[in-house]
């Protein structure tokens, strides 16, 4: 493996000014880690604010201290939530429940980096009850649930997490899963491609070694093809973003829900006639646009390809180049995957009280650095809402900061993300597994066949029926009886 440079060679944070117009932001930023808007309740004892998990001393009850979390002692109601996660992510308990005895992650270690929440927990412990060992850090600064973090820790698992983390120490997160004497991951299950991409530069002896990666989003999947078509993966990685179990459930219907909960907690916004541009009309932008659609919002969409334009066109939405929309509408939201689709001209333009945010993984489409400039003024006024007020008194309202809304604001539906925890977990043992010259250094699609063994465990919820081909039915098509019924390319 040699050296490749990445466009974004390391994640834009972005950080609170000096000085502030209205009131002193540093109590609103202790606040932000511990107020908990992306958790159903937060059990952070607020004594501690100030002082950074990194600088405490913390064992759990067996003596471990192989872990940083906020506050360990939140640990018994982080088990309640990942039990109350657990009843609707029965496939995956299926799963566990089928695998357990012949361990099929035996001898794996897996590093993992991925919004550590009650649901991404049942999937954590699912590899453990296969067999693996996993160390595991988080994804996204605000995402992270205390109280999931420290049951995980009190379980075992060395989770290096909190809600709030600064740039510093998101990444010294990721490098204490990685770099630890006596152990040398194995795996890699990425969300995002931060801990693959800090692996492959910090790490690249461990890189090699590594027997398959697995990626479960748009732009850790962008990273990867770039790796690849540069001839620098060395290992064979599976593209979970673009199975048809993540693209049509979790990118889709989870967006189509929790949109509006993101939207509902932070603003209070009623979405009767309000106007709304979603840029991107990909799953994701699908998802939010019917949602919005049904609210009786006036929704807009932008687009660079032509396909997902006519799409959205037969689906009844205006599209449109953002500068033709952005003095007029409510609410602006990104879908895209890219960089700089807000840009500092177009936050310039907005009408006042204009909503902004993103639901894409990376906090790279709106141009958020631009704000940081003296002649604007930061005022939080809620967790991970803040106003952004011109000298002309005029006010923008920023969520999360441009991260992720949904996982930043609110909770996501805990029945999809079992889809794509199942879906994951059947990747991970694919790859762990797979006999030697099945992957190569390449980027793979996960199989159809397990796509549809993933959405069959989840039909039991509904009492669906599925109906059987005959002998003769099965001839017409082509197909086996058991599937796949779909091409790989489906």
């Given at each position: ?16 000014p000096?000085k ?35 600088e ?19 640990a ?27 361990k ?15 649901q ?9 009850a ?74 690249p002896?461990v ?25 620098k ?75 997902c ?21 409510d ?20 009408k ?6 993103n ?19 930061w ?100 197909l ?11």
């Amino acid at each position: 493996c040699q050296q490749i440079q990445f466009a974004d060679d390391m994640q834009e944070f972005t950080k609170f000014p000096t000085k502030t117009g209205r009131r002193s932001l540093s109590r609103s930023i202790s606040q932000s880690s511990t107020d908990s808007y992306s958790s159903a309740a937060s059990y952070t004892d607020s004594s501690d604010d100030e002082v950074s998990p990194r600088e405490k001393q913390q064992t759990n009850s067996k003596g471990s201290s192989n872990f940083c979390v906020k506050n360990i002692k939140q640990a018994e109601f982080g088990r309640r939530e990942i039990e109350i996660a657990e009843q609707d992510m029965s496939a995956l308990i299926s799963l566990r429940k089928r695998a357990q005895g012949e361990k099929p992650l035996a001898g794996a270690k897996i590093v993992g980096c991925t919004h550590i929440t009650a649901q991404t927990a049942v999937l954590i412990e699912t590899l453990c009850a296969l067999g693996a060992q996993c160390r595991w850090s988080a994804c996204n600064i605000y995402s992270t649930q205390n109280e999931v973090a420290a049951a995980l820790a009190e379980a075992g698992v060395a989770v290096f997490a909190w809600k709030g983390e600064s740039e510093d120490d998101f990444w010294w997160c990721i490098d204490r899963c990685v770099n630890i004497d006596g152990w040398q991951a194995n795996m890699i299950l990425d969300d995002g491609g931060d801990l693959t991409h800090w692996v492959y530069k910090k790490y690249p002896n461990v890189f090699k070694k590594i027997r398959g990666i697995v990626e479960e989003s748009v732009t850790g999947v962008h990273r990867l093809y770039q790796l690849s078509k540069a001839g620098k993966l060395c290992v064979p990685a599976m593209n979970v973003n673009d199975s048809v179990t993540k693209q049509k459930f979790d990118n889709l219907y989870c967006c189509r829900e929790s949109i509006l909960d993101g939207l509902k907690r932070t603003t209070d916004v009623m979405f009767g006639g309000k106007q709304v541009v979603v840029c991107g009309y990909g799953e994701v932008g699908k998802g939010c646009c019917a949602a919005l659609k049904a609210l009786g919002a006036i929704v807009y969409v932008t687009e660079i390809d032509p396909i997902c334009a006519l799409q959205a066109c037969m689906d009844g939405f205006r599209v449109v180049k953002l500068s033709e929309v952005i003095r007029q509408v409510d609410v602006v939201i990104t879908c895209t995957g890219n960089k700089n689709v807000v840009t500092r001209e177009h936050l310039d333009r907005m009408k006042n009280s204009c909503i902004v945010c993103n639901m894409g993984h990376s906090n790279t489409e709106i141009d958020v650095t631009s704000l940081r400039t003296p002649e604007l003024t930061w005022e939080r006024v809620r967790s991970q809402v803040d106003h952004v007020i011109w000298p002309d008194g005029k006010r923008v309202v920023l969520l999360a900061e441009g991260r992720l809304l949904n996982l930043s604001c609110s909770t996501v539906p805990t029945f999809v993300l079992s889809i794509t925890a199942t879906t994951q977990a059947l990747a991970l043992i694919e790859l762990y597994n797979a006999p030697e010259g099945r992957y190569k250094q390449d980027v793979y699609l996960l199989p159809k066949k397990m796509d549809e063994y993933v959405a069959s465990l989840h039909l039991p919820s509904f009492d669906a029926h599925l109906t059987e081909l005959t002998d003769d039915q099965a001839k017409y098509l082509g197909l086996n009886k058991n599937g796949p019924f779909k091409p790989n390319y489906y």
